[in-house]
């Protein structure tokens, strides 16, 4: 077990109908052709695969796909949709759950490697996937850039999403690269508010640098989102891709 949050029955059974945006094709279809191209004629292995928001239109696509999950509750979701034989999922964390087999492709997306609360842990999450991909293979990152530049001298929350049915935003501790990310969301039309919250570390992308090469990776190739548009400083999330040399 890891330091990961563990997802409850009732967050995992309204957890799609809470990401109906991310889900859609429009939002998808770009993270989709991205992880087929670089899976290749070969496997590929989801770490964190959730209720496969990602992981069952990849196998649709005919990408073979196996995944790991920490939450029973996440991937009974899962299980509702695909059979097990059509995409296996092993109950475990992502920093050292080994499955069988090689991978031309490990992917970890929507920011979930921040869900590893400590260093350590994260840099065990690269040598877990490292252990995995086969020669040549990747290992794919999605993760938001923090967004530190938004903090005035003693302020410590951003927001992130001001609208009529969620107010969310985070707040950080800036010495142990710590943030809560805060939720208050109107399920109703009485004006209540369910509120949630969740911890996780933040990392720059240097420092994902660093943990690749630990891992005997190596960074490949970084843009800003799954169409491929530049990184730079502005750039408020990113994915990256490391390569297991041959």
């Given at each position: 077990m890891t330091s990961s949050e563990l997802w409850t029955r009732e967050t995992a059974?309204?957890?799609?109908?809470?990401?109906?945006?991310?889900?859609?094709?429009?939002?998808?279809?770009?993270?989709?052709?991205?992880?087929?191209?670089?899976?290749?004629?070969?496997?590929?292995?989801?770490?964190?695969?959730?209720?496969?928001?990602?992981?069952?239109?990849?196998?649709?696509?005919?990408?073979?796909?196996?995944?790991?999950?920490?939450?029973?509750?996440?991937?009974?979701?899962l299980r509702r949709k695909v059979d097990r034989s059509t995409l296996p999922v092993t109950i475990g964390d992502m920093a050292t759950t080994v499955v069988p087999g090689a991978f031309s492709l490990v992917y970890l997306v929507y920011n979930t490697i921040t869900n590893l609360l400590t260093q350590d842990e994260q840099v065990e999450c690269f040598r877990n996937a490292a252990r995995h991909l086969e020669p040549g293979g990747r290992f794919v990152i999605e993760l938001g850039v923090p967004p530190l530049r938004f903090l005035p001298p003693g302020q410590v929350a951003v927001p992130f999403d001001v609208s009529e049915h969620h107010l969310g935003f985070d707040t950080f501790d800036l010495v142990e690269q710590i943030l809560v990310s805060h939720h208050f969301t109107r399920d109703g039309d009485d004006g209540r508010y369910r509120r949630e919250n969740s911890r996780h570390r933040y990392a720059w992308p240097a420092e994902l640098d660093l943990m690749a090469r630990i891992?005997?990776?190596?960074?490949e190739r970084r843009v800003a989102d799954w169409d491929g548009a530049p990184f730079t400083q502005d750039s408020t999330k990113h994915v990256s891709v490391w390569r297991k040399p041959t």
């Open positions: 059974d309204r957890y799609d109908a809470e990401e109906t945006e991310t889900s859609s094709a429009a939002v998808l279809g770009p993270t989709l052709a991205f992880l087929t191209e670089l899976a290749g004629d070969g496997r590929a292995l989801e770490f964190a695969i959730g209720t496969g928001r990602v992981g069952v239109p990849l196998r649709e696509r005919g990408v073979p796909v196996v995944g790991i999950e920490l939450s029973e509750h996440m991937a009974a979701v891992a005997g990776l190596e960074l």
